[in-house]
């Protein structure tokens, strides 16, 4: 399996209310919307000159995807994790990652090291050009490519149940450039130690790095330089 066989988005798009759930999605992971806004139905069907009920679909699309949640008499909210929810992503991202890298391995370490070099290589001159949008996107192809290429559906599937999620999360890193090196150096270390067949300490290694984001999403303070990626 390559990573192009595998889409990371909770639920497969279904025509129009798919489409449309796939704007939205892309709005709340890009920022645009905020964690914790208000979603309301009218406004968006108003937005997107449609009737509500589409609006309505794609809406319980995202919820069952983790990226909105509905209260009863108050409304859809874009979700706003706690400092709980956060761990509980994390940790669960950690496990489903350092498995996968592991099953991944063992199917083919050939194919999984020239794929997350391609990836490795992307996020170097994403960061050399200063774009971090391009650098959010091969930081993410990384760690889906190695989920996308352990040939486990099931393992695939319980990981798009958290991949939206992960996905706003790392947005929500601190754009530094140090930091982003940081997170390149780890992910070139990954694939170095894959390549010397050190298997269990690139597993580690995994979890280190989840483990590091965890922190940085806790206290963003920790991000050394006060520059962006795009800053010379």
Do not use: W
């Amino acid at each position: 399996m390559t990573p192009s066989d595998t889409t990371f988005t909770a639920t497969p798009p279904a025509s129009h209310q798919g489409k449309l759930a796939d704007l939205i999605r892309a709005r709340i992971v890009s920022g645009e919307l905020r964690l914790g806004q208000m979603l309301s139905d009218k406004e968006l069907a108003l937005e997107y000159q449609m009737s509500r009920t589409p609006v309505r679909e794609a809406l319980l699309e995202l919820r069952s995807a983790g990226l909105v949640v509905s209260y009863p008499q108050r409304g859809t909210y874009v979700f706003d994790p706690t400092p709980k929810d956060i761990a509980e992503i994390c940790q669960m991202r950690g496990l489903l990652e350092a498995g996968a890298l592991r099953v991944a391995a063992a199917a083919g370490l050939t194919s999984l090291v020239m794929e997350l070099n391609k990836a490795v290589a992307h996020m170097a001159f994403a960061i050399e050009a200063g774009d971090f949008r391009m650098i959010e996107t091969f930081d993410t192809q990384f760690h889906e490519t190695m989920v996308a290429m352990c040939g486990n559906s099931r393992l695939v599937a319980a990981y798009r149940q958290i991949s939206d999620q992960v996905r706003v999360l790392r947005h929500r890193l601190p754009a530094r450039r140090q930091r982003v090196h940081d997170a390149l150096a780890q992910h070139r270390r990954i694939v170095d130690l894959l390549t010397a067949e050190r298997i269990d300490d690139a597993v580690e290694e995994v979890l280190r790095h989840v483990e590091r984001v965890h922190n940085l999403l806790d206290h963003p303070e920790l991000a050394s330089g006060a520059e962006s990626p795009s800053q010379p």
